[in-house]
């Protein structure tokens, strides 16, 4: 597992780079500044896949992704292995120019992710930049046409100006008495606060201040030359500068672009969110329609598998003295790690952390079949690193190869036979027996169960919806009460309807039949199967409307 | 200079507490999440105080302080000397129950209060919580009306729920063996994560369940104590428990409420947006209207000085070659601490920083006479801690007392004399120099200087606007292009007024008649002075109107 930062990004890119091409699927987490940023758009059982789509896309609007964790799983066929490579990245909406990204953060989720030791630190001085698709172009337009550079010196602070101007100086000190070809060294740390951003600006500046110098990039240091008209005319059209400051500012973004480029297998557990807020933040603004949406996300990462989703599948092949009690992440990963999902099938495959946060480059072991586990001491204690995104990927990633090893298996009496023979799972065979369910992505406490990324959504397996109403029209009915006397019966929302009457969407069946049944006979309220028709307004209206015609008629025949 | 944390707020709060009260009177400063929120919102020479009231409310609605500097100077009046208490406050908006703050962030402004170091784990990890004036009422109701506990049920996060139940459990354990005055002991750090809010959870929770037990809040552990029904039924109302709750909620309100109601003069520098994001973040939403604002805050403080706007005054009585740079806060420091500042008037009173980050309570001098100068490590170099609210509000209290000692010296000739007869200023001479420029406020690029916060803001004394437009009406005016052709007369604002017209107002007398001089002749620009009535798209209607009619009438009589 490695943190990339700012710090580390370069080095390791083509490291990550290689990773992601050779491997067999790629396991995503994030971790947010926020999630719900209106009360109006918490999930309900009321809500169809295009509802939902809707208050989501409300939602995170303003919220950012703070850390992205990428697991890249390779396949080692001889060893029946999966080796995963995990990188923590840590992204920040760096500014420069007429880039500024304003965010909101929600204190719950902070405190949430203080609780789980998040580095705000990490984030705000390490985070590596990104741009989405319109900052992309509008910073490509703004650096090689110039009028950046223009707005630069509008907007950069009293602090940076005095830096430049120091640079400036040093240089007008140093160039009446230079030759050409001698060269002077301005430190980033003294002259550019380490920053690339400073740097750019100072060689901008330097270039534009001084005809018979040009400045060189170096990693650590700008460095001007002497040189001769004609040696400066030939340097004049290099925009070399430009591509190191643009590579630097795309920064996560060249990961994000990989990923969207090699259409590689994608798993995470319960992923819409972060299909949508990836799709946000490091691609475009989301499309206000669903169906938008689904089309534009498929075409990005054609196959996407849901570990959540998985797992209520797979809940309906194992037996019940076998399952999990709660299918959340950390859940899931003991189950198979160390609970009883290591027995439902053999001949699981390994499968590998890399460690890499030491130089030795470790590996450690979470297997069934583990015998050679090297801990790293950070991570003796897997309950500590649930929330850290790089890895909760390696937990999705190891709990989607366990549960398609099974899927195979339970489901496929062909691959049976052949691993009774001897002959274990390939990789693709293992992600054929996940195949049937890609795309498909759970959604909590909605209508549906899940989406499908690649087609319309499943219809509703959810009970009807409940009508109840104050008997006698006495008094309006309070939504909250009535929330309160139907807790008891497990998840269950409320909606007003009208003044005397309100919708409930029960989550299953046996409640809905309980609720039915318990309040039969209740004294203040009236509750029966929601019959659209039946219960509308206009139905009412008209009934009434039908009723008073008649009465009028038959008095006027008396 | 102490900084105040939620580790250790409570032990401090009485030592703050007097410190205020007996201060002469109180230095503040903010850090911001934010400051633009849109670029709307940006100051502009058209603005007047409304206008710019209005911009700065929409702009900071969202943001938050992190962190508040408060400086209590007290007066020691044998030494002629000021001593500063000075706290820099972590505030961090702490959710519980339906309490719940979102608010917004402007990368630029966090990347700029990291290159001053700013700890933004602190400020999550340990920021003290705060209430505004509605939270605390609603938190009242549902902490002591109880409908709180069961709000929570529904929100605390499956970890937290994890470690109610077994603080549970091990009470169950306990209990069924347990006699009459037995004591159980469940560690902070073990079930409650060392959180106030888990713990009140826990004791409510045990409480409800078990119904032959009390507990007892305790510094570091929730104690259970097995107790007879009628020794609990003495028990039952007692409110410690939700005192202490919302006491640790309220947090640095308590201070801000200390502060409303000490009504001690508060000085700041360029402080309406700190008047202003405190008002909104620690007491009521702020009112739309200007006036209604400016009679709230006069209500709140009535004594409130400007250290930017008495710079202003001030020049006005220096002697140009005696004159500051510029007056950002740094620079007017360093100007009246080893600048040209220490000269102009004698006798001026030592000003200390108190230190007491280190546990000897050593004293620091920054004086014009200082002797004793014992710089604690961490302010060896006093240019690093410019944007750390305590060390700002420092500063501003600083260069308030030296201002407010020149104003005596050079506009009271009593006050000199007395002076000269030996007698030093005592702090009500010092603070009745300044009191005629009490509750002005200065205004950064707008069209007037200042505002008054007990009465009607000034009138502009900038140059009137300019009227721009095309020659011919050929081609449509173009704003960025008329603002780059102003930019080097200064600072200017330009805004467009009809298809070929612009306004432009310019920051002094001097440019903008420059500007006319020097576009008199200008081929595609027309400028002159806008005279409202003149230009008025109405008069010219009008004027086409009649002109039209004329002709008209004209070709009739022919």
């Given at each position: 597992?490695?943190?990339?930062?700012?710090?580390?990004?370069?080095?390791?890119?083509?490291?990550?780079?290689?990773?992601?091409?050779?491997?067999?699927?790629?396991?995503?987490?994030?971790?947010?500044?926020?999630?719900?940023?209106?009360?109006?758009?918490?999930?309900?059982?009321?809500?169809?896949?295009?509802?939902?789509?809707?208050?989501?896309?409300?939602?995170?609007?303003?919220?950012?992704?703070?850390?992205?964790?990428?697991?890249a799983f390779q396949f080692v066929e001889d060893?029946?292995?999966?080796?995963?490579?995990?990188?923590?990245?840590?992204?920040?909406?760096?500014?420069?120019?007429?880039?500024?990204?304003?965010?909101?953060?929600?204190?719950?989720?902070?405190?949430?992710?203080?609780?789980?030791?998040?580095?705000?630190?990490?984030?705000?001085?390490?985070?590596?930049?990104?741009?989405?698709?319109?900052?992309?172009?509008?910073?490509?337009?703004?650096?090689?046409?110039?009028?950046?550079?223009?707005?630069?010196?509008?907007?950069?602070?009293?602090?940076?100006?005095?830096?430049?101007?120091?640079?400036?100086?040093?240089?007008?000190?140093?160039?009446?008495?230079?030759?050409?070809?001698?060269?002077?060294?301005?430190?980033?740390?003294?002259?550019?606060?380490?920053?690339?951003?400073?740097?750019?600006?100072?060689?901008?500046?330097?270039?534009?201040?001084?005809?018979?110098?040009?400045?060189?990039?170096?990693?650590?240091?700008?460095?001007?030359?002497?040189?001769?008209?004609?040696?400066?005319?030939?340097?004049?059209?290099?925009?070399?500068?430009?591509?190191?400051?643009?590579?630097?500012?795309?920064?996560?973004?060249?990961?994000?672009?990989?990923?969207?480029?090699?259409?590689?297998?994608?798993?995470?557990?319960?992923?819409?969110?972060?299909?949508?807020?990836?799709?946000?933040?490091?691609?475009?603004?989301?499309?206000?329609?669903?169906?938008?949406?689904?089309?534009?996300?498929?075409?990005?990462?054609?196959?996407?598998?849901?570990?959540?989703?998985?797992?209520?599948?797979?809940?309906?092949?194992?037996?019940?003295?076998?399952?999990?009690?709660?299918?959340?992440?950390?859940?899931?990963?003991?189950?198979?790690?160390?609970?009883?999902?290591?027995?439902?099938?053999?001949?699981?495959?390994?499968?590998?952390?890399?460690?890499?946060?030491?130089?030795?480059?470790?590996?450690?072991?979470?297997?069934?079949?583990?015998?050679?586990?090297?801990?790293?001491?950070?991570?003796?204690?897997?309950?500590?690193?649930?929330?850290?995104?790089?890895?909760?990927?390696?937990?999705?990633?190891?709990?989607?190869?366990?549960?398609?090893?099974?899927?195979?298996?339970?489901?496929?009496?062909?691959?049976?036979?052949?691993?009774?023979?001897?002959?274990?799972?390939?990789?693709?065979?293992?992600?054929?027996?996940?195949?049937?369910?890609?795309?498909?992505?759970?959604?909590?406490?909605?209508?549906?169960?899940?989406?499908?990324?690649?087609?319309?959504?499943?219809?509703?397996?959810?009970?009807?919806?409940?009508?109840?109403?104050?008997?006698?029209?006495?008094?309006?009915?309070?939504?909250?009460?009535?929330?309160?006397?139907?807790?008891?019966?497990?998840?269950?929302?409320?909606?007003?309807?009208?003044?005397?009457?309100?919708?409930?969407?029960?989550?299953?069946?046996?409640?809905?039949?309980?609720?039915?049944?318990?309040?039969?006979?209740?004294?203040e309220l009236r509750v029966s199967w929601y019959?659209?028709?039946?219960?509308?307004?206009?139905?009412?209206?008209?009934?009434?409307t039908t009723g008073l015609m008649c009465a009028?008629?038959?008095?006027?025949?008396?």
């Amino acid at each position: 597992m490695v943190e990339i930062t700012r710090n580390n990004f370069e080095d390791k890119f083509n490291e990550i780079a290689s990773q992601l091409r050779s491997a067999v699927f790629i396991a995503v987490d994030n971790e947010f500044t926020g999630l719900l940023s209106d009360q109006d758009y918490k999930s309900s059982l009321f809500d169809s896949g295009s509802e939902r789509y809707d208050k989501l896309r409300r939602n995170i609007e303003h919220f950012l992704v703070m850390e992205v964790g990428i697991s890249a799983f390779q396949f080692v066929e001889d060893e029946n292995k999966y080796v995963a490579n995990t990188y923590t990245f840590y992204v920040f909406p760096r500014s420069f120019g007429s880039i500024e990204t304003k965010f909101m953060c929600q204190a719950s989720s902070l405190e949430f992710l203080y609780q789980h030791k998040f580095d705000f630190n990490k984030f705000v001085y390490e985070g590596v930049s990104y741009l989405n698709c319109q900052q992309e172009i509008k910073l490509r337009q703004e650096l090689y046409e110039g009028s950046l550079f223009r707005h630069l010196e509008r907007t950069i602070s009293l602090d940076d100006e005095k830096l430049v101007q120091s640079g400036c100086s040093r240089v007008a000190e140093w160039c009446p008495s230079a030759v050409e070809n001698d060269v002077l060294s301005l430190e980033y740390t003294t002259y550019c606060r380490g920053e690339k951003r400073l740097a750019y600006i100072i060689h901008k500046e330097l270039r534009q201040r001084f005809h018979n110098i040009w400045t060189f990039p170096d990693t650590d240091k700008v460095s001007p030359n002497k040189v001769s008209q004609k040696q400066r005319d030939q340097f004049v059209d290099d925009t070399s500068l430009e591509d190191d400051m643009m590579n630097s500012l795309l920064g996560f973004s060249r990961i994000f672009n990989l990923l969207l480029e090699l259409r590689k297998p994608i798993v995470g557990h319960n992923l819409l969110l972060d299909l949508m807020i990836m799709y946000n933040q490091f691609h475009k603004p989301l499309p206000s329609q669903f169906g938008v949406f689904k089309e534009k996300i498929h075409k990005l990462f054609p196959v996407v598998y849901d570990t959540k989703y998985l797992s209520f599948e797979l809940r309906k092949l194992v037996r019940r003295e076998d399952m999990w009690d709660t299918n959340v992440l950390s859940n899931l990963y003991y189950y198979f790690k160390n609970g009883r999902g290591k027995y439902i099938v053999l001949f699981s495959p390994l499968v590998e952390l890399k460690e890499r946060s030491n130089s030795a480059g470790s590996i450690c072991t979470f297997s069934n079949f583990s015998t050679n586990c090297h801990f790293d001491k950070l991570y003796v204690d897997d309950v500590d690193h649930f929330h850290e995104a790089g890895w909760d990927s390696f937990c999705t990633g190891y709990c989607f190869i366990k549960m398609a090893h099974i899927f195979a298996h339970i489901t496929c009496l062909f691959l049976l036979h052949s691993v009774m023979d001897g002959r274990l799972l390939s990789s693709r065979e293992l992600l054929a027996a996940a195949y049937s369910r890609k795309n498909r992505v759970n959604l909590i406490r909605a209508s549906v169960s899940h989406v499908c990324l690649d087609g319309p959504d499943p219809p509703s397996t959810r009970p009807k919806w409940l009508h109840v109403q104050t008997r006698g029209y006495i008094r309006p009915i309070d939504i909250s009460k009535v929330a309160e006397l139907f807790a008891k019966y497990g998840i269950v929302d409320v909606k007003p309807f009208s003044r005397y009457r309100a919708l409930v969407a029960v989550g299953n069946h046996t409640s809905a039949k309980d609720i039915l049944c318990d309040f039969y006979n209740h004294r203040e309220l009236r509750v029966s199967w929601y019959r659209p028709l039946w219960h509308s307004p206009m139905l009412r209206i008209a009934t009434w409307t039908t009723g008073l015609m008649c009465a009028y008629l038959l008095y006027r025949r008396r």
